[in-house]
């Protein structure tokens, strides 16, 4: 036979799509071609394909061979194509039965002595395969266990060309071969060890209470404060309280960093939502992704979690600005001339920063800064990306008392749990709707679910003229009272679940003023 194929698969973007790699031997001039719009790494896959197989002890005979990867409209990134393209030549040959790698899935990186290496992105791979019914893949050894995460398929590992070519021809079998979902293939949750904990934080009630509020319903929170004021600290303790994943959150947030090649081999399934810390010297690309070939940026890594972003004001105006649409659709779309990629956003904005360049504006027996330095730190931020943040919060300077007081202050794994009572009530509120969380409340869902009655409108009316608030700045204020009704219990949103959702959001104006 001079003619086979082999299924396989690549990631664009975030999606995986199936590739039919064919290959095709005959008499002529002893060449190897491969076409298929194939970008330069794929193209180098001939070097290494054929000096894997001369090393792995097959025949190789001087004859022309000729790999086609289809569709060929798809374009083919990554070194993933090495193993199936020396399966699909060996089959050619005759070297591998006819029909052995049907309904089969074929990744893997050949090193030149015929190694398998590992390759990122086998999670969407393997899930794209059990979609179309293909139930087998032989992947890497070393991500066997990233693919055993896909439930009803049978996932095999090998190490070498060879191990690969027996298993086709039925000769050996992986002795821990198993259907993917298995929880011991799931390996140990990662844990939360190095995060704060609550407890450590001493005084800064209302900065705890809003961060507690922010993390119940997923709302963006601002803390501003000066330096030493336990802003940064304060996020990292949010981390600890947040809410558990569920198997589908955690399958959806293993896939993105699955793409990177950011998973724990060993224990591939991200079990805790994702807290990322972003520099201010950040570009807008490593923020939201890009790239010749998109990949998924900072933003998409904190689906499902948080995203910090400490000295605020120090980030371009610029880079700021991109986060906009992320934190109004939750999602971002990367636009090529050859497609458009889409990539999951829905994260916590958590952000710190100063009053001023010193760092002690209104104090201004210890402000050295101008009106003008002021005001220009300030101006960094626009009033449309402020008006994203649901809560916003001043973190003022820690006092000696507060430091060696004695009252013992919550710690993390108490406020926790009423976080998770809140989730689960949301949870049970929105079964029907395609919402996670009380910040995803859309406009028409607000009428629904964030009802007030005569009292609570005449406050809302009020507050809407004398804080001169915007429609998109209102309806984040009844999402946050929404929140706040529920950590009491309340079924209904009172005065005075407003008036605190209302003090959260005052605080922009006495530094942001129109």
């Known amino acids: 036979m001079s003619f086979s194929t082999i299924l396989s698969a690549s990631v664009d973007g975030l999606q995986a799509g199936l590739i039919r790699v064919e290959a095709d031997v005959s008499n002529g001039l002893p060449v190897f071609h491969m076409v298929g719009y194939l970008s330069s790494e794929v193209r180098e896959a001939g070097e290494r394909v054929r000096t894997a197989i001369r090393n792995s002890g097959f025949e190789y005979p001087p004859k022309r061979t000729v790999v086609n990867l289809s569709p060929a409209t798809v374009r083919k990134h990554g070194a993933?194509?090495?193993?199936?393209?020396?399966?699909?030549?060996?089959?050619?040959?005759?070297?591998?039965?006819?029909?052995?790698?049907?309904?089969?899935?074929?990744?893997?990186?050949?090193?030149?002595?015929?190694?398998?290496?590992?390759?990122?992105?086998?999670?969407?791979?393997?899930?794209?395969?059990?979609?179309?019914?293909?139930?087998?893949?032989?992947?890497?050894?070393?991500?066997?266990?990233?693919?055993?995460?896909?439930?009803?398929?049978?996932?095999?590992?090998?190490?070498?060309?060879?191990?690969?070519?027996?298993?086709?021809?039925?000769?050996?079998?992986?002795?821990?071969?198993?259907?993917g979902g298995d929880e011991e293939c799931m390996g140990e949750a990662h844990g939360e060890d190095g995060l704060p904990d609550f407890a450590e934080l001493q005084g800064q009630e209302n900065v705890?209470?809003?961060?507690?509020?922010?993390?119940?319903?997923?709302?963006?929170?601002?803390?501003?404060?000066?330096?030493?004021?336990?802003?940064?600290?304060?996020?990292?303790?949010?981390?600890?309280?947040?809410?558990?994943?569920?198997?589908?959150?955690?399958?959806?947030?293993?896939?993105?960093?699955?793409?990177?090649?950011?998973?724990?081999?060993?224990?591939?399934?991200?079990?805790?939502?994702?807290?990322?810390?972003?520099?201010?010297?950040?570009?807008?690309a490593a923020l939201i992704g890009g790239g010749a070939v998109p990949h998924p940026g900072e933003i998409s890594l904190a689906h499902g979690g948080i995203?910090?972003?400490?000295?605020?004001?120090?980030?371009?105006?610029?880079?700021?600005?991109?986060?906009?649409?992320?934190?109004?659709?939750?999602?971002?779309?990367?636009?090529?001339?050859?497609?458009?990629?889409?990539?999951?956003?829905?994260?916590m904005l958590v952000a710190a920063m100063n009053p001023c360049p010193c760092g002690n504006y209104p104090d201004l027996s210890k402000c050295t800064c101008t009106p003008a330095q002021i005001q220009m730190y300030l101006g960094r931020i626009s009033r449309p990306f402020l008006d994203r943040i649901d809560l916003c919060v001043e973190a003022p300077r820690i006092g000696f008392g507060d430091l060696e007081g004695t009252v013992r202050q919550?710690?993390?794994?108490?406020?926790?749990?009423?976080?998770?009572?809140?989730?689960?009530?949301?949870?049970?509120?929105?079964?029907?709707?395609?919402?996670?969380?009380?910040?995803?409340?859309?406009?028409?869902?607000l009428r629904r679910y964030c009802i007030l009655g005569n009292r609570e409108k005449k406050?809302?009316?009020?507050?809407?003229?004398?804080?001169?608030?915007?429609?998109?700045?209102?309806?984040?204020?009844?999402?946050?009272?929404?929140?706040?009704?529920?950590?009491?219990?309340?079924?209904?949103?009172r005065e005075n679940h407003l008036r605190e959702a209302l003090s959260l959001r005052m605080i922009d104006g006495k530094y942001w003023r129109r």
Request: glycine share 8%; hydrophobic share 40%.
């Open 80 to 179: 993933s194509f090495d193993l199936p393209v020396a399966a699909a030549v060996l089959a050619a040959l005759g070297q591998i039965p006819p029909g052995s790698a049907e309904n089969c899935l074929v990744i893997g990186e050949l090193g030149l002595n015929g190694s398998v290496r590992k390759v990122p992105g086998i999670l969407p791979m393997v899930m794209e395969a059990a979609g179309h019914g293909i139930r087998r893949c032989i992947l890497p050894a070393e991500n066997v266990r990233e693919g055993r995460l896909v439930k009803g398929v049978e996932v095999i590992g090998v190490s070498s060309l060879g191990e690969a070519a027996a298993l086709l021809r039925g000769e050996a079998a992986d002795p821990l071969r198993k259907d």
């Open 307 to 347: 995203l910090f972003l400490d000295e605020l004001a120090e980030f371009n105006r610029s880079v700021l600005e991109v986060l906009r649409q992320p934190l109004e659709n939750r999602e971002i779309r990367i636009s090529r001339t050859y497609g458009t990629y889409r990539f999951p956003a829905d994260f």
């Open 208 to 284: 705890r209470r809003a961060a507690e509020i922010a993390v119940a319903g997923g709302h963006n929170l601002l803390l501003i404060g000066p330096p030493g004021s336990g802003k940064s600290m304060t996020a990292r303790c949010m981390a600890g309280i947040m809410p558990p994943l569920d198997e589908e959150e955690s399958l959806e947030i293993t896939r993105i960093y699955s793409v990177l090649g950011l998973v724990d081999p060993e224990s591939p399934l991200i079990r805790h939502r994702p807290f990322r810390e972003v520099h201010h010297t950040s570009t807008r």
């Open 410 to 445: 919550e710690g993390s794994s108490e406020i926790r749990k009423r976080i998770v009572r809140v989730r689960e009530i949301q949870k049970e509120r929105y079964k029907k709707d395609p919402i996670r969380n009380n910040a995803a409340l859309r406009t028409e869902d």
């Open 459 to 493: 406050l809302m009316e009020q507050a809407f003229s004398l804080m001169e608030l915007t429609a998109r700045g209102y309806h984040r204020i009844l999402r946050t009272a929404r929140t706040i009704a529920d950590l009491d219990g309340e079924g209904r949103i």
